[in-house]
RNA sequence: GCGCCUCUAGCUCAAUUUGGCAGAGCAACGGACUCUUAAUCCGCAGGUUCUGGGUUCGAGUCCCAGGGGGCGUACCA
């Protein structure tokens, strides 16, 4: 690299010429934030004795002549490069370099004239060519299309994309921290499954060609936790994909991780605390606070969180009361009067759902957790144990999105068995969201699952909250697209 | 699924309102410059205007069909 050849015409930078001369690995002594952070503060004029070695992409250059400046990169930040025609080797190459590109530079860390934090180009060496060119230096990528399908360079020019996944990281390591702390066990189930359960959600279908089966892909971890409970580990959670075959949005991804954990005798109630101190603490450990902004609006997250009743909320913000005393007919009267569609065959908890989703959820805020939901629409919660047709199940509404399903595991297999006997009658009429009869389930059953109590929190979603982001593709690196018709 | 909007150079955007030779900045390429900060300056080059039809003397612009994307809506977390 000492010779001082001129720079490669980049007309020879042929995409199909894969035959640079670039080294196996390269020693780094320093990541860029560490030395900004050592350093900071450094006088203008004074070149240190300190020589480092980093490494990254050229973002930026600035020739100057006999003299240039580079902006340098790394998953830490960004430094400033000072090269001299008199000092630095072959400089005439690295001016010549091209905006992407990926070096490795050795020298001393300095302050300018100007009093900016540098490293002196001592000596370097080109580690990658960036063959293609990088967007516009100072708009970067707004198309978003081009944003996800090319993430991989949408994390160099977008902060706030690399620093949103930064953070979904610190989330899920800190959710892992914490159940450990309480003594949960993380494992891992299925993703193949040979009958779809768990919630209701249209499956995908896969084919198993050596065992001549279909399989699904799961949309839930739920019924294997629950046998790992009754298999006798007490407190379980898994972290993982989930797959559902139905509608994208800025809030669902076909694809998405799911937090799920079961905690033996335990009920709704210690859920509630469980999940209100969880989602708190973690906010604490990734944001260092409770209190949160989101889009634009507070969210206070210290526990205890209100927790009301679903018919409470809906006399709340729909303006009406309402009771599955009162019968089909007449929810089904209120819906008509709301605008909400609804479907012969209905029950009145169907209805009273869809009461509360239509007119009261949309203007819940938070943190509350909206309890007692109907039986009906509950097929593996446990019946309410004063509240005849309820469940006790509950979900949290956060910033004005739901996060969190939960309930009292129903653990009797005779209800079971009938709960999904009336899923599969729902299923033969045409409802491709219903689940099926899973009798190795209802067999695990049968060995006795003692009082137990689940929760579902959408990791996704909890990444939103705490990174302020507005869409579900902002939380996810590579969002299912459609097939890109043509690279 | 349905409705509305959108697609112009590698990137970010223009193109006189029913149409008249498709432009600029950045990047790239050539050059000048020893303290720049989105450096500056001079020069050069860069296009299947998403695709295919149609109307017209003439289409980036108007019409039809298709494709990608965004938003809303439906299903859902």
Not at 116 to 126: A, C, G, M, Q
Not at 128 to 134: G, K, L, M, S
């Amino acid at each position: 690299m000492n010779d001082d050849t001129p720079a490669a015409p980049r007309e020879e930078a042929d995409p199909a010429d894969t035959r640079d001369d670039v080294p196996y690995r390269f020693d780094r002594s320093h990541a860029v934030g560490d030395i900004v952070e050592a350093f900071e503060g450094l006088e203008a004029g004074v070149e240190t004795e300190t020589v480092v070695s980093v490494a990254g992409r050229l973002m930026l250059r600035r020739d100057q002549g006999r003299l240039a400046f580079g902006t340098l990169q790394d998953a830490t930040g960004r430094i400033q490069l000072f090269a001299t025609a008199a000092a630095s080797p072959g400089f005439e190459r690295f001016t010549g370099l091209s905006i992407g590109d990926w070096i490795g530079v050795r020298g001393a860390v300095m302050a300018t004239r100007r009093g900016e934090l540098s490293v002196r180009v001592d000596d370097w060496t080109l580690l990658a060519r960036a063959r293609r060119p990088f967007p516009d230096k100072w708009h970067g990528l707004t198309d978003p299309d081009t944003r996800y399908r090319q993430r991989y360079v949408d994390l160099w020019v977008s902060d706030e994309a690399r620093d949103a996944f930064a953070r979904r990281s610190q989330i899920v390591a800190a959710l892992r921290r914490r159940l450990t702390d309480q003594g949960f066990v993380e494992v891992e189930t299925p993703v193949l499954h040979p009958i779809p359960g768990g919630a209701a959600a249209r499956p995908f279908v896969t084919r198993h060609e050596a065992l001549d089966a279909d399989l699904y892909l799961r949309v839930a971890p739920e019924l294997y936790l629950k046998r790992l409970v009754v298999g006798g580990m007490e407190r379980v959670y898994e972290i993982g994909r989930v797959f559902r075959n139905e509608g994208i949005s800025t809030r669902h991804n076909p694809e998405f991780t799911m937090l799920e954990l079961y905690w033996a005798y335990a009920d709704h109630t210690d859920i509630m605390d469980l999940t209100e101190h969880l989602v708190a603490g973690v906010a604490e450990d990734v944001c260092g606070s409770t209190t949160v902004v989101y889009d634009g609006q507070n969210v206070d997250l210290a526990p205890p969180w209100r927790r009301a009743s679903m018919e409470e909320v809906i006399a709340e913000h729909a303006g009406f009361e309402v009771s599955l005393d009162a019968g089909a007919a007449e929810l089904a009267a209120r819906c008509d009067s709301l605008g909400i569609e609804t479907r012969p065959g209905w029950g009145p908890g169907k209805l009273m759902l869809e009461i509360y989703e239509k007119a009261a959820e949309p203007n819940l805020w938070g943190p509350v957790f909206v309890t007692d939901y109907p039986a009906e629409v509950s097929p593996l919660s446990r019946r309410h144990r004063s509240r005849p047709g309820h469940a006790e199940r509950f979900e949290a509404i956060v910033a004005g999105r739901e996060l969190c399903n939960a309930f009292s595991e129903l653990v009797d297999p005779v209800e079971q068995r009938s709960r999904f006997e009336a899923q599969a009658a729902l299923r033969a009429a045409g409802d491709d969201e219903a689940m099926a009869v899973d009798e190795d389930y209802l067999r695990s059953l049968e060995y006795g699952l003692p009082p137990t109590g689940g929760l579902g929190i959408g990791v996704d979603r909890l990444v939103m909250l705490l990174t302020d982001t507005q869409a579900i593709r902002d939380a996810v690196l590579f969002p299912t697209l459609r097939p890109d018709p043509g690279v």
